[in-house]
């Protein structure tokens, strides 16, 4: 019971800084550590790291829309399409091989936080906006499609996925690119996670409990701290957080 308490409190503490700090999908923490140290089922494993997703990402998303950091009528044609595939790539995921499931992201985890530290988004607000608002609409809903099937498909990597879009592709400033992120992950974690359960049933409720309090604690921390750090900062805890997250999966699945 205690390495059960010790388990989820670690991976809730990297699952939330990772989602407060970049809306990163919490699986890409909590799935290796419940499948590696408490030797749960993988697909069970990817659903109670959605489940955690769920009010850490809607807590954070608070934060940052309180700080004006979010942006959400054009959040939500990504939203739409993104809960979509979400749900149709979850029900594919349940006749995959567990050993598939997640395997990318935390390579991509690390590669992101290293170009976070090296090229660090520094666009403004008045830049995103000028943006196209038709061309912005088309992009979402493609880009919204890649992001689903990546986040039910292999339940991790589609926070990733989306806060990369929105700073590269959509051209959102850093913290409006996190606060949308975490305001869209909110629902499609909660769509993954209704459909990972019905389809693979009910994990342990221990478990469950506890990563979703401990990642809810700590991303609510992160967020409060990055609203109120300067842009190069946030570049910065981003690139370090990710990095030290993805180094440390790493670890943990080779030894």
Do not use: W
């Not at 991790?156 to 590269?168: D, E």
């Not at 693979?200 to 701290?225: E, N, Q, Y």
């Amino acid at each position: 019971m205690i390495t059960t308490v010790i388990v989820c409190i670690l991976a809730g503490l990297g699952a939330g800084l990772g989602t407060g700090f970049a809306g990163m999908s919490a699986a890409a923490v909590i799935s290796p550590m419940l499948i590696t140290f408490l030797g749960m089922e993988p697909y069970q494993a990817i659903g109670i790291a959605l489940a955690s997703d769920v009010l850490a990402s809607a807590v954070s998303a608070y934060e940052y829309g309180k700080n004006k950091n979010l942006d959400i009528r054009n959040g939500l044609v990504m939203m739409g399409t993104v809960m979509l595939f979400t749900f149709i790539s979850s029900f594919l995921a349940k006749f995959v091989p567990s050993n598939t499931m997640g395997g990318f992201s935390t390579v991509m985890t690390m590669l992101l936080g290293i170009k976070f530290i090296v090229k660090p988004v520094m666009t403004t607000k008045e830049k995103m906006m000028s943006v196209d608002k038709k061309t912005r609409i088309i992009q979402s809903i493609l880009c919204g499609t890649v992001i689903g099937l990546i986040c039910g498909f292999v339940g991790a990597g589609g926070g990733m996925m989306m806060l990369l879009i929105l700073t590269s592709v959509l051209g959102y400033e850093l913290k409006t690119a996190v606060g949308t992120s975490v305001f869209i992950m909110a629902f499609t974690a909660f769509t993954g996670a209704a459909s990972h359960f019905y389809l693979g049933g009910m994990p342990d409720p221990v478990v469950l409990i506890l990563c979703v309090l401990s990642t809810l604690v700590f991303a609510r921390l992160a967020a409060v701290f990055a609203n109120k750090a300067s842009a190069k900062t946030l570049n910065r805890a981003l690139g370090i957080v990710l990095t030290v997250l993805g180094v440390s999966i790493i670890v943990v699945k080779l030894f």
